[in-house]
């Protein structure tokens, strides 16, 4: 299987602009700019390549953990997964340093030691995961 994305910019990269588009639609001519990128804490002014990182690694941990708990005849009433992707400037430019990843999930007759083991082997083996092989990944999960 094999998806796409576009981005189309113009002008130099302070003061330039861009927009974004999925195969899906999700995003349609969809603004982002080096203020939403690296100026904006917010993130009120538009989304940048991070956001979409962190949307990306926060899904597909979610969905291989959902499989890994129905696999273990626990499925999940509910997981909620939030990727808070680092970008950190260094000598010579911007760097991804890492994505650290937070769960709670409400899954009823797991034990606690049983999720924790779930949701780091989903951690470590989501195929996200894999492809940031080059940055510290971490996990913050607790069971409600």
């Not at 890492?98 to 007759?109: I, Q, R």
Request: aromatic residues 4%; hydrophobic residues 40%; glycine residues 10%.
């Amino acid at each position: 299987m094999k998806r796409h994305a576009t981005a189309n910019w113009s002008g130099a990269l302070a003061d330039g602009k861009g927009t974004l588009d999925t195969q899906s639609g999700a995003l349609s001519s969809h603004g982002y700019s080096f203020k939403s990128r690296f100026e904006d804490e917010s993130g009120k002014s538009g989304t940048n390549p991070e956001e979409l990182l962190g949307a990306s690694h926060a899904g597909c941990f979610a969905m291989a953990l959902s499989h890994a708990l129905a696999e273990n005849g626990t499925p999940a009433e509910n997981l909620e997964a939030r990727a808070v992707v680092t970008v950190e400037l260094i000598e010579g430019g911007f760097e991804v340093k890492s994505s650290a990843l937070t769960l709670t999930g409400k899954v009823p007759g797991i034990e606690e030691a049983k999720f924790l083991e779930l949701a780091n082997d989903a951690k470590a083996n989501c195929p996200i995961s894999k492809a940031l092989g080059a940055i510290e990944i971490t996990l913050d999960a607790k069971l409600v």
